[in-house]
Every structure is written in C-alpha cells, then in structure tokens.
C-alpha cells in the first residue's frame, strides 16, 4: 500500500544522501512515475525533499532534517500512527505491528485515546465485512500483476462479464472503488466494490509500468444548487465555506465537480430541500429521475387497486 512505500522511501532517504528515481523504482517494484509521485506526496506532507539535477542527480532530504533523522518529535509520530490506523480501519492492514512499536517509543502514551476511527466508508457494517474479502483478493492481484476475471453490476443493473488488470484501490464518497483496465471497454474505469458480485484471480500476469502511464481525466463543470435555509448544518458536510452562501431565506452552492461522477444519489439525499440551477445538463437528469419515481409510484398506486 501507498503508505508503506512512502514510509520506508522515507527511511531509505534518511539514511542515503541521494538516491535515483531509478534506484527507488527498482528496489519497491514500480515505475519511475509511482516514484514522483510518491516523493509529491512526502513534499506536500511538509517533508524537505529536494531534488538534483544532474549526472549523478536523484532526491533526498534537506541536511539539516538528516540531521535528526533518527527522532522525529512526539507530533510527526502521532501523524504517522494516526495514518497507519486509518489504513487499517479501512483494509485490516498488519499495520498494527507497526503501530504498537511507534506507540512504545519514548514520549507517546495512550495515543489511542485521542485517535479513534469507526468507519471509512457510508455502507453498514454487514456489507463492510462482506467486502474485507475482495480487498484481500484484489491487494493480492495488485501486489502480483495479475489480471481478474469479474462479474459486474452496473448502476442501471446490467450484468457483464469482464476482464481487468487492477492497479488502484480508491475510497471516494464514502465507498470502496477499484481503478483498472478494462478488456472489455479497451480502456481504464473504475469499479465499485459492492457492485463486483464474483471475481476470480486469473494465472495470467499483466504489466503494471503500461497500466499506469495513463490517468483518468476528470471532466470538470460548475454547478449552482439552492437549498432551503435549514439544511445549512447538513451542507458543512460536503461543501467548503468559499462555496457557500447564505442568504435570509434560502443558501447558494457553487461549486466544481467531475462530471464522471453521478451526483443524483447525492441531490436525492436532500429531497425537496434542492434546486439545480445549473448545469442544465444536471438539471435535466435530475428531473428524468424524478418523473420516473413519479410515473412508477403512479402506477403501483393504479395496481393496487384493481381487484
């Protein structure tokens, strides 16, 4: 997992002055471009980083942190066993190993007490359990490049049979995603969990370096919602303070969103409450839906009544 790599990319460069993308690549079995990334990630976590160019080029750690590279203050390892504890909430991860060693360093007692992590995702406990198994299945896959052979569910309930060589797993809006190639599609798509109703881990192998060197591209519009004034606690759950505005009888949201992403579970969550300003696009998917609730509750009420 992502985490792990950053931790020990992390112990490799306090213990080397520079080291080559190359070297890295090599040594944690991914491509150069994992590598970049992962060293973005160490920089936006607020680690010195830097890089040089050159013949004998590569990255490593400011002098002055290398320094101390053996003890990390009382808050960067409650930053890192807090991580650790949230990757494994969420995959039961042997991360506790690792966990309970930090905790018995010097200076960190009953951590614990101010860290707890229930749930990452918005599906009961019941269906979480039930998908402990395909995590399991699917870090397998990933760790060994091997492809899998699914049987899939779409939103509108169409059964497939596909062929996929997965590379990412992704928590997004509270439920479990699985980025990969699809034979089928010719193309990369992402993959909800749940929806993934058998799997097999096929013999044949795939190779990650290709899979990877593609990124799904968001495709980004604006979109303006009025709610009614009483779902202003609601809406601090999902939306920036920038991105609201209140007015005396009614709040304004605007804000930016992937349009890959279908949002009408979402709206449907306020009921009444919501109005689609724009895109109109939105708007009229929207109301598709409602008028096919509609017409459906219609006609059950028309059938219950014949005798």
Wanted: charged share 25%; aromatic share 10%; net charge neutral.
């Amino acid at each position: 997992m992502k985490i792990e790599r950053l931790l020990s990319i992390l112990v490799v460069l306090l213990n080397n002055e520079i080291v080559s993308a190359d070297e890295l690549a090599k040594k944690f079995e991914v491509s150069k471009r994992t590598i970049y990334r992962d060293i973005e990630s160490l920089a936006l976590a607020n680690l010195p980083v830097v890089t040089f160019h050159g013949r004998n080029g590569g990255v490593g750690l400011m002098p002055s942190y290398k320094m101390d590279r053996y003890l990390f203050s009382d808050e960067e390892k409650q930053k890192i066993i807090e991580a650790l504890k949230i990757q494994t909430s969420m995959v039961h991860e042997d991360s506790q190993m690792l966990i309970d060693k930090l905790e018995s360093l010097r200076g960190i007692n009953n951590m614990s007490e101010h860290f707890s992590f229930y749930s990452p995702t918005i599906h009961r406990k019941e269906i979480e359990q039930n998908l402990q198994d395909k995590l399991i299945l699917l870090k397998q896959a990933i760790a060994l490049n091997r492809k899998l052979h699914i049987e899939y569910v779409s939103q509108s309930g169409e059964i497939t049979h596909r062929v996929i060589s997965p590379y990412k797993i992704v928590l997004n809006g509270g439920s479990w995603y699985l980025e990969a190639y699809c034979e089928k599609r010719n193309d990369r798509r992402l993959f909800k969990l749940t929806r993934i109703r058998n799997y097999t881990l096929l013999d044949e192998e795939f190779a990650a370096a290709n899979v990877e060197e593609t990124d799904l591209a968001p495709s980004y519009e604006i979109a303006e919602l009025v709610f009614q004034r009483d779902q202003l606690g609601k809406l601090y759950d999902f939306f920036l303070e920038n991105e609201i505005t209140i007015h005396e009888n009614y709040i304004k949201v605007v804000f930016s969103f992937d349009n890959n992403r279908n949002l009408l579970p979402f709206l449907f969550m306020f009921s009444s409450s919501v109005e689609i300003i724009k895109p109109e696009s939105l708007k009229r998917k929207y109301y598709n839906e409602l008028n096919k609730i509609y017409n459906k509750l219609n006609s059950d009420t028309q059938l219950s009544y014949i005798p």
